[in-house]
Nanobody, 123 residues
Framework: VQLQASGGGLVQAGASLRLSCTAS????????VAWFRQAPGKEREFVAT????????VTADSVKGRFIISRDRAKNTVYLQMNSLKPEDAGIYYC?????????????????WGQGTQVTVSS
């Protein structure tokens, strides 16, 4: 499974962005997918995850109420809608697919990783 993340960019605080993660194989539609992010000098942190059929989502407390994860299985794509962006949201955003249909917040839950997309938020 290859994952391609896109949609990052430079925005002002308070703006919105939508990230997309597209998988190369249809088998990925049976796997949970998550977004993680990593700021310079910091560890990679969990942002949100969605189950294989989209019925279960988990969002980190730091982005709850502002970020929404969703998926379109027909398009093999998972989205991360990011609203009310803050400077502390900046970093490289990675999407990852798990072996399982449901997965958690740990990086070790995920077997396949995309290359990341840069998000920069100016204050």
């Amino acid at each position: 499974v290859q994952l391609q993340a896109s949609g990052g960019g430079l925005v002002q605080a308070g703006a919105s962005l939508r990230l997309s993660c597209t998988a190369s194989r249809r088998t990925s539609s049976n796997n949970a997918v998550a977004w993680f992010r990593q700021a310079p000098g910091k560890e990679r942190e969990f942002v949100a995850t969605v189950s294989w059929n989209g019925d279960t989502t988990v969002t980190a407390d730091s982005v709850k109420g502002r970020f929404i994860i969703s998926r379109d299985r027909a398009k093999n794509t998972v989205y991360l809608q990011m609203n009310s962006l803050k400077p502390e949201d900046a970093g490289i955003y990675y999407c990852a697919a798990a072996y399982k249909s449901y997965a958690g917040r740990r990086t070790t839950d995920y077997a396949y990783w995309g290359q990341g997309t840069q998000v920069t938020v100016s204050s």
